[in-house]
């Protein structure tokens, strides 16, 4: 009849033979039996008994494998199964991919992230409660509005390698945010309107000159509201790099923040803090043979990078923008240990990492940017500081030990990390944008890193071989201050240059000549070469106030030649190494080369 096999208490039913089929699905492992009629009705038989093992359960939200079988025809689909609203009253655990007319969230209950959790919601979403889940995913896409009050905690307490998982709000309506906090340790994005293309906006980016736009909306519908809300990286720095044996691993970037809006934007009392780089590793090398060895570059700092199709508006003295700080360039030590074998001693090569770049504020507003409130503070971050270097030759063996000439000192090269420099960018106001109100600072270029060489001393002489061995040339540069190149509205640079790094050179004398100790039967060795000097100190950095210049400091005896040996005939004593140091600041030296 019309109930088609399944009757439900209180129900009249047209006593009328009814055409239609029995449709058996089965979804992760449970059957569910289906009456149909031949048109669009289809009953579920919730107290069906026989072969086809129905029950009144329901599945799992997301994708499933069906099977159904028709009249002895079986076959296979994908089923997607929709929560027809997620109502979250007591705090619940939830994971996977969920798939939802409308999800609302109460204020005073928690939802905790079993695993990363993706909702799509045809409807809007309303999360008045808090989200939190230590490393996981969190994404929101709905094809309405995505309304945010409670806070979001997605951080990691152990970062993990690669790329952290961050926070994704996808809304189709209004995306607004309002009165909480979000942290997490990679990157966040906002959005009414997914299909935003960079190509909208490069018109308005390369203008030599004023863009036609729309006067300044005082009164607008918002499209996409921050109200009293925090972004907050964390932790507030990326991955550092790995310390290495010879080479470290460079920083990661910090991660981005990003905002796209269709329509007109609000920021009102909030602060948005990009994280910083990650800061090189330390590259170190003691083995008994030539080394060289190199310290990771820093990370950029993270980039606050916003497109909006019409006005943005910024009011709330308490709301500040600050993108992240270059990470340091890391250390390089490089200390071969003493080998006899080969003529001469190991070497030494040690380059210390760069610092990197800091993030930028890289915000574009079709319809002009408004900043209603005095004291909004836009501070571009820093850039990272170079990396120290330090070097040192290993000693020559003496002829004797060697039973051979005497071996000359390992050489010895050292140079310090540059320091970051901000990119040459401008900031300019195009259209009809209010931007007296601020406050723009920082971008601050990194220092340039020290670099210190030490060359090894040449062997001493023997009865045999008499003339002691030469010392170890010493190559030393200390790194450059970065520039700052930000610029202001008026074409002056914001942020102070870096200082120069400092080169110091030590050791490289010569070896000994042979000591005819007894009664001078034989004459005395000549005294090993001095090691040569090569390098500079660094170069500062230009900005608003331009950066300190190094200095190159030699130690007393860097590079003399080896005493003669007392003989029948003394020996003569070691010809100083020759000095082709260039001196950009000042020399710092002791005695002259003997």
């Not at 009249?71 to 997607?80: D, S």
């Not at 990197?356 to 836009?378: E, K, R, T, Y």
Request: hydrophobic share 35%.
């Amino acid at each position: 009849d019309a109930s088609l096999g399944c009757p439900q208490p209180g129900m009249m039913y047209a006593q009328v033979i009814t055409p239609g089929y029995l449709v058996v699905l089965e979804a992760e492992g449970q059957q569910y039996t289906y009456h149909t009629d031949t048109g669009r009705t289809a009953v579920l038989c919730e107290d069906e008994s026989g072969t086809s093992g129905a029950t009144s359960g329901g599945t799992s939200p997301g994708q499933a494998t069906i099977s159904a079988t028709v009249e002895g025809v079986r076959g296979e689909a994908a089923m997607t199964v929709i929560i027809p609203n997620l109502v979250v009253t007591r705090d619940t655990t939830l994971t996977g991919d969920l798939l939802v007319d409308s999800v609302r969230v109460a204020a005073g209950t928690t939802i905790t992230l079993a695993g990363d959790l993706k909702l799509e919601a045809g409807g809007p979403v309303e999360i008045a409660g808090d989200v939190q889940g230590a490393c996981r995913a969190f994404s929101v896409e709905s094809d309405a509005d995505i309304t945010v009050t409670g806070d979001i905690d997605t951080a990691c307490a152990a970062l993990p390698p690669g790329d952290a998982p961050g926070i994704r709000l996808v809304a189709t309506g209004l995306l607004s945010l309002d009165g909480g906090e979000m942290r997490t340790s990679g990157d966040i994005d906002l959005t009414n309107d997914e299909t935003l293309r960079e190509d909208e906006f490069n018109a308005f980016a390369y203008a030599s000159g004023p863009v036609q736009v729309p006067g300044l909306n005082q009164d607008s519908q918002f499209a996409c509201i921050a109200r009293d809300y925090q972004f907050i990286p964390d932790p507030a720095r990326a991955v550092d790099g790995a310390n290495g044996g010879p080479t470290g691993g460079d920083g990661a970037d910090g991660s981005t923040w990003r905002l796209g809006c269709r329509g007109d934007g609000l920021l009102e009392n909030v602060q948005i803090f990009g994280q910083d780089g990650g800061d090189g590793g330390r590259g170190e090398d003691r083995s008994a043979a030539d080394v060289t060895v190199r310290g990771g570059d820093g990370g950029n700092g993270g980039l606050l990078r916003a497109r909006i199709t019409g006005t943005l508006t910024i009011r709330g003295q308490g709301s500040e923008f600050e993108s992240g700080n270059g990470g340091a360039g890391g250390p390089a030590r490089a200390e071969p240990a003493a080998n006899p074998a080969g003529p001469r001693a190991p070497s030494a090569d040690a380059a210390a990492g760069d610092g990197g770049s800091p993030g930028l504020l890289d915000v574009w507003a079709l319809g002009g940017i408004q900043v209603l409130d005095a004291g909004v503070i836009a501070r571009v971050g820093d850039a990272g500081d170079g990396g120290i270097a330090f070097a040192k030759g290993a000693d020559g063996a003496s002829a004797d030990a060697r039973n051979d000439v005497a071996q000359d000192g390992g050489n010895a090269s050292a140079n310090g990390g540059d320091g970051g420099t901000t990119p040459d960018v401008q900031l300019r106001v195009v259209g009809p944008s209010i931007a007296a109100n601020l406050i723009l600072e920082g971008g601050d270029a990194g220092h340039g890193g020290n670099a210190e060489s030490e060359g090894g001393r040449g062997g001493d002489g023997s009865a045999l071989h008499q003339t002691g061995g030469a010392g170890g040339s010493m190559n030393v540069n200390g790194g450059f201050g970065g520039d700052a190149d930000v610029r202001d509205p008026t074409g002056l640079r914001v942020g102070a240059g870096g200082n120069a790094g400092y080169a110091f050179f030590e050791g490289g004398r010569g070896g000994g000549g042979w000591n005819e100790c007894r009664p001078f039967l034989l004459p005395g060795g000549d005294g090993g070469v001095g090691g040569t000097i090569t390098g500079s100190d660094g170069t500062f950095g230009l900005g608003a106030t331009n950066g300190v210049i190094g200095d190159l400091v030699i130690a007393d005896g860097t590079g003399d030649g080896g005493p003669g040996g007392d003989g029948l005939l003394p020996g003569t004593g070691g010809t100083p190494g020759n000095d082709q140091a260039v001196v950009n600041g000042d020399r710092v030296a002791g005695a002259a080369f003997q």
